[in-house]
């Protein structure tokens, strides 16, 4: 957004929300060798209503931000808050929308 310095992986994925205007979106790290079409499969299972981003959890309980689902309309003014409030971190993001 106008205002904020362009830094940290949370501004990828608002760039990619702000691209897409509506509709869902994969966010996907180029380190995660083992992701199938299998897995986004059941991941994009889980969309409803209610819920604005499908996040997996690894089994220490750490969420996967970039290998997970968006729902670009509904997440970009989260997103949008988070950056200006100097956050870069898509762990903070997270705690701002309703995800699963």
């Not at 904020?4 to 994969?26: K, Y």
Request: with cysteine; hydrophobic share 45%.
């Amino acid at each position: 957004p106008e205002g904020v310095e362009v830094r940290g992986p949370l501004v990828g994925l608002f760039s990619a929300m702000t691209d897409r205007q509506g509709g869902w979106i994969a966010a996907l790290a180029c380190d995660l060798p083992f992701v199938t079409a299998e897995m986004l499969h059941r991941l994009a299972g889980l969309i409803n209503d209610e819920t604005e981003a499908i996040v997996p959890v690894q089994a220490d309980g750490w969420p996967q931000p970039f290998c997970a689902l968006y729902n670009a309309r509904a997440c970009l003014p989260a997103a949008r808050e988070s950056l200006l409030a100097g956050e870069t971190s898509p762990q903070e993001f997270l705690k701002r929308v309703r995800a699963k």
